[in-house]
Structures are given as structure tokens and as C-alpha cells.
T-cell receptor, first 114, second 114 residues
Framework: AQSVTQLGSHVSVSEGALVLLRCNYS??????LFWYVQYPNQGLQLLLK??????LVKGINGFEAEFKKSETSFHLTKPSAHMSDAAEYFC????????????FGQGTELSVKP | DAGVIQSPRHEVTEMGQEVTLRCKPI?????LFWYRQTMMRGLELLIY????????DSGMPEDRFSAKMPNASFSTLKIQPSEPRDSAVYFC????????????FGPGTRLTVT
């Protein structure tokens, strides 16, 4: 079975500071990993994904994530936070076989202080 | 492309009434997913379809919930009878192909059962 753990249900940073949102996964097969963002009263939007190949993945809005197999991690980072980054972020894992079924973490709410 | 379309966007109903939520996936996508999001339980997969066939409905909470996909461009999620604990945001998502393609989410239906 697959699972995702997001460390910290709420993260607060100052504008211009580094953003680091942590995600650890469990999977018995090579995982496919995703980060989604949800702005208030909206659906989820894909930020980035890792399937195979380069372990450092770049996404939209300046975010990136690095797949570390040895640490079973897929942490999301952004060098400099912007007020518009305030949202909820979800990490998800798929084994790619069950029709692309995604298992989501509980989410991390990011607040950005001026 | 119009994206995944859900209707209604908001639904307020009384306990015991039947509720029907609707979803139109992105044209050409062959997988469709229904999720429920609450503060307590986060984002839960209820059921998903591949090529209009239900593949996994293990997330459907109980027999009061049912979902259909009569054709590639339409799906419904029905709750009968509804209860206050069904209050949540219900998302529909669609995906193309098998495996690790990303899911595209609709804007959600906010259901309130009084």
C-alpha cells in the first residue's frame, strides 16, 4: 500500500524567505509523485510531478521539488516566498498502475507574512 | 479547453433529501475521479472510473452514496438520503491515459446538509 505524510499542517514564512514544505512517501514500487496547490474556494492545480529521470523537478510559480529515494522524500521548495503563494499544498503518490489513482497527504497550509 | 466542469457549485439541502452532483470531464480524458474534502478527513477518493467503468469504489462511505458514468462526457454522484455529516466539498477530476498522468480538478461543489 502507498501512503503520504506531510510534516506540518501549517507553515508560516515571511515574504522573501525560503519556502520548504516536507513530504515523505511510502511505496512498494517506484513511485510517481505530485505536488498540487489549492487556493481558497478553488480546485487543486498541479504544481509539478516526478515520474522518471531527473530527480530535481521544476514546476510553475518558481517551485521545485527533489525526489530522494534513499530518504523516501519529495520536499517542495521555493527560494523566495511571495504573498500570492499563500495556499494549501498537497503531496500525492501514485504507482502508475491502478489507473493513476492518487493517494494524497493531509495538506500543508502555507501562510506568507508581509 | 473549458476544464473539468462541475455543477452545481453550491448546494444547500435538508437532511433526508436526495442530492445529485454532476461532472463533465475534459474531452479525451478516459479516467474520472470523485473526491470529498473535509477539515476533519482531508481529501478522500470516493470512486474512480476508467473508460466509464467503475474500477474502485472502496472509498464510498456507505450505500447512501452512488456514482454513475453513463458516457465519456458525464458522471453523477448521488447521495440519498443526505445527512448533515455529508457536508463537504466534492471534487471531480479527470485524467488521460493509463499511469502517471496528472489529474485535472474541477472547481468543486460545496454541499451543505442542514
Amino acid at each position: 500500500a502507498q501512503s503520504v505524510t506531510q510534516l506540518g499542517s501549517h507553515v508560516s514564512v515571511s515574504e522573501g524567505a525560503l519556502v520548504l514544505l516536507r513530504c515523505n512517501y511510502s511505496s512498494s514500487v517506484p513511485p510517481y509523485l505530485f505536488w498540487y496547490v489549492q487556493y481558497p474556494n478553488q480546485g487543486l492545480q498541479l504544481l509539478l510531478k516526478y515520474t522518471t529521470g531527473a530527480t530535481l523537478v521544476k514546476g510553475i510559480n518558481g517551485f521545485e521539488a527533489e525526489f530522494k529515494k534513499s530518504e523516501t522524500s519529495f520536499h517542495l521548495t521555493k527560494p523566495s516566498a511571495h504573498m500570492s503563494d499563500a495556499a494549501e499544498y498537497f503531496c500525492a503518490v501514485s504507482d502508475g498502475n491502478q489507473g493513476g489513482k492518487l493517494i494524497f497527504g493531509q495538506g500543508t497550509e502555507l501562510s506568507v507574512k508581509p | 479547453d473549458a476544464g473539468v466542469i462541475q455543477s452545481p457549485r453550491h448546494e444547500v439541502t435538508e437532511m433526508g433529501q436526495e442530492v445529485t452532483l454532476r461532472c463533465k470531464p475534459i474531452s479525451g480524458h478516459n479516467s474520472l475521479f470523485w473526491y470529498r474534502q473535509t477539515m476533519m478527513r482531508g481529501l478522500e477518493l470516493l470512486i474512480y472510473f476508467n473508460n466509464n467503468v467503475p474500477i474502485d469504489d472502496s472509498g464510498m462511505p456507505e450505500d447512501r452514496f452512488s456514482a454513475k458514468m453513463p458516457n465519456a462526457s458525464f458522471s453523477t454522484l448521488k447521495i440519498q438520503p443526505s445527512e448533515p455529516r455529508d457536508s463537504a466539498v466534492y471534487f471531480c477530476a479527470s485524467k488521460q491515459g493509463q499511469g502517471a498522468y496528472e489529474q485535472y480538478f474541477g472547481p468543486g461543489t460545496r454541499l451543505t446538509v442542514t
